[in-house]
């Protein structure tokens, strides 16, 4: 018996997602995925939010086939804290189709980073998502923004929307490439031309150096799989729109912390189409961008 006991409340990534419609160009990146543990073998933080069920390199290798893609990201978890081990075994195991951003602390040395970078990390997470983390990051992230930046790391921030302008001005100091994850989790239930969203969108248009995930409809969408997501439409091909080499594209899977429903992946797949309607969005939200970002060497 496994050492974890699952959240009871735990939903488990869907077991037969459908074959998308919509068939992604060749060499496709996945930009946002996790795995998880297997906790036997790489356990899960004592520190973590939540114990979720296992989600191996292997079933994610799958998934990726199963919905015609050609490489991942891999976005270490909070439920890892900052032991990237699961990670970097992903990475050491992919035949360098997968790249990663991990989590570490301010005491990490120059030759751990270097270690990280030649297993294919690329950049590190932090979390101002208040469900997920204890404290706010605010002084670690400023010390490893200095010690990352000489590798050509990015930074990748998680937060909600309602907490953008408090936080506005700290993002727009750091040094390096930033990467937002999720589009800040706008409330879709305001209008895409509205105030809240408008300072997202300025926040990409002043500041070069941020991207953004256009990931996770599942999460921000307030009509759900039976309304296909419809409200996030709008939001997601804004920002597709406007700054179509600065945007990612991932699944999320296997969706960590989802409570209403676990989305059908290849439906996910499917949204591409309607947030990047063209062949020429699709590649560079899909590849070049990827690409540039992960395997710029
Ligand atoms: O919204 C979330 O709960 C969530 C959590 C994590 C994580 O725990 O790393 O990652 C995500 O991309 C989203």
């Avoid at 996790?34 to 079933?59: I, L, M």
Wanted: with cysteine.
């Amino acid at each position: 018996m496994s050492q974890f006991v699952v959240d009871a409340d735990w939903l488990h990534w869907h077991q037969s997602p459908s074959v998308p419609h919509f068939k992604v160009p060749e060499g496709a990146v996945d930009a946002h995925c996790h795995v998880f543990g297997p906790g036997d073998q790489f356990p899960f933080a004592p520190q973590r939010k939540y114990t979720p069920c296992d989600a191996s390199k292997d079933q994610l290798w799958a998934l990726r086939d199963h919905l015609g893609f050609s490489r991942n990201v891999i976005v270490q978890a909070t439920c890892h804290g900052a032991d990237n081990r699961a990670l970097v075994d992903a990475l050491n195991h992919s035949n360098g189709l997968a790249r990663g951003v991990a989590t570490v602390t301010e005491s990490i040395t120059d030759e751990e980073l270097q270690r990280l970078h030649e297993a294919g990390v690329r950049g590190v997470r932090f979390n101002f998502v208040k469900r997920l983390v204890d404290a706010l990051p605010f002084d670690a992230l400023k010390v490893i923004a200095d010690k990352i930046k000489p590798l050509g790391w990015h930074i990748v921030i998680y937060f909600e929307a309602q907490e953008l302008p408090e936080l506005h001005e700290f993002f727009t100091a750091l040094p390096t490439t930033v990467v937002v994850d999720h589009m800040g989790r706008p409330d879709v239930s305001q209008p895409v031309d509205g105030p809240e969203f408008a300072l997202f969108l300025k926040l990409l248009a002043e500041n070069e150096n941020f991207w953004s995930k256009v990931s996770c409809p599942e999460r921000i969408s307030k009509v759900g799989p039976t309304g296909s997501y419809e409200d996030v439409v709008p939001f997601a091909r804004t920002v597709v729109e406007r700054f179509p080499d600065r945007v990612l594209w991932g699944t999320d899977w296997p969706h960590p912390n989802m409570k209403s429903h676990m989305p059908d992946d290849g439906h996910l797949v499917d949204m591409i189409p309607r947030i990047a309607p063209t062949e020429a969005l699709q590649k560079k939200l899909l590849i070049d961008n990827p690409m540039r970002l992960y395997w710029a060497d």
